[in-house]
């Protein structure tokens, strides 16, 4: 029974793999944002709500979930996520607003990008 399981979620992964917002074992650049789960910290492999390295007067830096007094000085072009984080992304971003990804993806083919849910390399 267990590898009938196995199987069955194998073809699952297989048949949704199209449609989702991040793959594993691929490398997003820092502030690579995904609709719902937010920007990417290349420094530490997840999504958050804030782009790495915001500044607000009064908070600081956002930088790895938390606001800091100084900015984070790591240079991290790009990085590979967590595994467990790329199912949670990918959750968040499957269960979005159909009408939010829909104007989501007008604004980036405005912009001269091309369609954002058919991406498979890069940002």
């Known amino acids: 029974m267990f590898g ?25 650049p820092n502030n690579h944002r995904v609709i719902e789960a937010g920007y990417y910290h290349a420094t530490s492999g997840g999504w958050y709500e804030r782009p790495w390295n915001e500044y607000r007067e009064g908070q600081g830096y956002y930088w790895d979930g938390a606001w800091h ?18 199912e949670r992304v990918n959750a968040l971003w499957f269960a979005a607003d159909p009408e939010r990804l829909r104007k989501f993806n007008e604004e980036a083919e405005r912009s001269g990008f091309g369609d954002s849910t058919g991406r498979t390399s890069g940002s």
């Open 4 to 28: 009938l399981q196995a199987w069955n979620k194998r073809k699952v992964e297989q048949h949704m793999a199209p449609f989702r917002a991040v793959n594993k074992d691929h490398e997003y």
């Open 69 to 86: 007094i100084e900015p984070d000085q790591r240079q991290v072009g790009s990085s590979t996520p967590h595994p467990s984080e790329v």
